[in-house]
């Protein structure tokens, strides 16, 4: 780093010093996007120590997972929620990167996720892509597949369907809104493999699950796991 380039940056933490993307407090050296206390109090699941969870069971008698877990409760109360929210809509993507991390390592310490060979992110539409500007769940991949040291394989399935937004149905109308919504672009790089398919928030696991179904009609060999970043739902 040139003295030029470390002055700058001297500069800007001295004018816009850094703060906790949760509370808002300054951040100290060493702390990174979320203070020691937040990440102490973080409304962590710990379903990615257990085979048998709730996010698990979202997939039961539909589509067949090796492993599935979520990192934090969706809670509306929880000022997390608004952080998750800040890197989804407001183009607050080292958030996701930083999460991805931590949750990664979470994931590589439990065991469960050792035959893990490739991360696969949730893809965005195109259009929808190009309106955000980014996909959340991309960087939220590029996270988890360091902490774990595989790749991210972002070009074999992709989303042909520009869906109206999950959040704004009823539960009962999700699964028929992401029905026929993904194309696996080039089945053997899924063939015989086990990837980790990763999304931002479950509610419903109606998205994952109608990719879970494509990937599994081109590849029948693949073998699927899945990670979400937080879950909407109650142990």
């Known amino acids: 780093m040139s003295i030029l380039s470390s002055w700058r940056r001297d500069v800007e933490a001295l004018l816009f010093p850094p703060v906790c993307a949760v509370c808002g407090a300054p951040l100290v050296r060493g702390e990174r996007s979320f203070c020691t206390f937040c990440r102490a109090t ?46 989804k809509y407001r183009a607050r993507w080292r958030l996701a990167d930083e999460l991805g991390r931590w949750y990664g390592s979470e994931l590589a310490a439990s065991g469960l996720y050792g035959g893990v060979e490739a991360v696969v992110p949730l893809p965005l539409h195109p259009f929808k892509q190009l309106l955000r500007g980014y996909n959340q769940s991309s960087y939220l991949a590029e996270g988890i597949a360091g902490a774990l040291g595989v790749p991210v394989e972002r070009r074999t399935l992709r989303r042909t369907r520009n869906t109206s937004a999950q959040a704004l149905k009823p539960h009962r109308e999700r699964a028929a809104n992401v029905a026929g919504a993904f194309r696996v672009r ?50």
Do not use: K, M
Request: contains cysteine; proline residues 5%; aromatic residues 10%.
């Open 186 to 235: 080039d089945a053997a790089g899924f063939a015989g493999r086990h990837i980790l398919l990763v999304d931002d928030v479950l509610t419903t696991g109606s998205t994952l699950t109608a990719a879970a179904e494509a990937i599994l009609a081109a590849a029948p060999d693949c073998r699927i796991s899945v990670a979400v970043l937080a879950f909407a739902g109650r142990r």
């Open 42 to 87: 973080a409304p962590l699941t710990g379903f990615w120590r257990e085979a048998a969870n709730p996010v698990a069971d979202r997939f039961a008698g539909l589509v067949p997972i090796e492993q599935a877990s979520a990192f934090l409760y969706f809670r509306p109360a929880s000022r997390w929620r608004q952080a998750i929210h800040d890197f």
